[in-house]
């Protein structure tokens, strides 16, 4: 950010009065642009005994396998985000279910929002954004090429709550890169 | 938003190529200005067989009632928002416990997410944004007079429960002001 978005004029960065961390200030108008974490939304997709993943055709990790998932625009609810972004990347249409996992990537301000997901037919195919999207058994996931920590975080939810028959709502905080933050409790 | 951030030229509104909707985008230096939800955070201070509520000195909503809430900034975990939100609105520490509630506003572009939280010890006082602050029993909380659909929704479901003896996450969303849509599924 170098310019104000409301008057044009070069952007400062110092603490404004009443409050206590540095902000990107307009000296001329007195806006103040604050700058928020990201919510990112996907699904875990079930057909019968499998989920579908899609392999990124876009940087970051670019080749590397996937929940459908990207982020929330306005004006939708986090449920129908991730039913969109299912369609987008893997052209399935899915009936989404119980919150399964949340994973907040500190370091890079993003919030990724997974829910359990059912397919309403077998049909899906590559969207703009995936090179391949396939049905995968449990024992099948490729775990040593998932794309980001969060994509671990919630399949790893997802399976042991099936083990349990149960559908609970995970939390995990990352500050860098596949390092987690002790849970509930140690951060406070 | 009228300019841009990063040179200065007046923005348009039109759909960039590859994408679906309008956004704001430079046709100078070419940078697409996304607008996102912004996450809210927030938790029920508990102390004993009561909990801490604060009355809005701010708009909007002045002198109605809240738990201490705000916006989530970059760089801190959603828990320690919420604890910092505490100690800012209610001078209060706490230690946060499990996930409460997730409240998303959808026409304000808003997600309030809730936590469980312990008061360390029976202080408090008002901080800037509260008139005042408060303990009460749940007999005594001001039902008609809080602030927030979220806030309604977040007390509900922690004395629900409490009543179960348990600790589930609660989700909602909210198209216009205090009327609900309909629960899982319903919107997918
Ligand atoms: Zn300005
Ligand atoms: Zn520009």
Known sequence: MKYCSECATPISVRIPEGDSLPRYVCNHCGT????????VV????????RILLCRRAIEPRHGYWTVPAGFLENDETTREGAARETREEACAEVTIGSALSMTHVVHVNQIHLMY????????????????????????EIPWDELAFPSIRFCLESYFADLDRDREDFHIQDVRRPMHPTPPAGGDS
């Open 32 to 39: 103040i642009h604050y700058r928020n974490p990201r919510v």
């Open 42 to 49: 996907g699904c875990v997709p079930q057909w019968q005994d």
């Open 116 to 139: 359990r997901a059912q397919m309403n037919q077998a049909d899906f195919a590559a969207g703009e954004e995936s090179l391949e999207v396939a049905l995968f058994r449990r024992t």
